[in-house]
């Protein structure tokens, strides 16, 4: 049976990040994971209510997505509100759809307090990020699932060659 691909809604092209666009991820290998089936698509923060457009939010004071889960950290918006909850039900909503659908891979957009793997935003809304995950990224990673960043797709592609090659 061929690997299962959780993937940000925004990079298959739906208009669900927080400013109302999206970001398509256009590579091959989505085109062939998309005919073969392997594709489950979530907006975490959609499944959690949020709506589109929404303020920007980035993790407070420089900590990551596992600092939030550990109850260390919140999430807030360029207004100053608190959406913690929020970003914790959206991370729970992916790892359940991910289990469901039985997801060994997560793709997702970098730099959300959501969905970054590679890095996130500082909390200062300056545009300054360092390396760390989102929330969702960091509940999926703690719970087993291999999770790629946009610019990571080859990466992906390689290690999905290697496991069903080996098969």
């Not at 940000?8 to 990040?17: D, I, K, N, T």
């Not at 392997?38 to 303020?55: H, K, N, Q």
């Not at 935003?121 to 960091?138: C, I, L, Q």
């Not at 610019?151 to 098969?167: K, M, N, P």
């Amino acid at each position: 049976m061929p690997a299962k691909i959780l993937v940000s809604a925004c990079l298959m092209g739906h208009a669900v990040r927080y400013d109302g666009q999206s970001k398509p991820l256009l590579h091959p290998a989505i085109d062939r994971w998309r005919a073969e089936g392997r594709l489950v698509t979530i907006c975490p923060e959609m499944s959690a209510g949020m709506p589109v457009p929404r303020p920007p939010a980035e993790i407070a004071a420089g900590a990551v997505g596992k600092d939030v889960l550990a109850g260390k950290a919140r999430v807030v918006e360029i207004d100053g509100g608190d959406v913690t909850e929020g970003f914790i039900q959206a991370a729970e909503n992916a790892l359940s759809l991910a289990r469901q659908a039985d997801c060994r891979f997560a793709l997702l957009i970098d730099g959300s307090p959501s969905c970054g793997s590679g890095f996130v935003y500082d909390g200062s809304f300056s545009g300054a990020r360092h390396p760390g995950e989102g929330v969702t990224a960091a509940l999926l990673l703690a719970n087993g699932v291999e999770v790629y960043s946009d610019r990571q797709i080859e990466a992906l592609v390689a290690r999905i060659d290697e496991l069903e090659g080996s098969q």
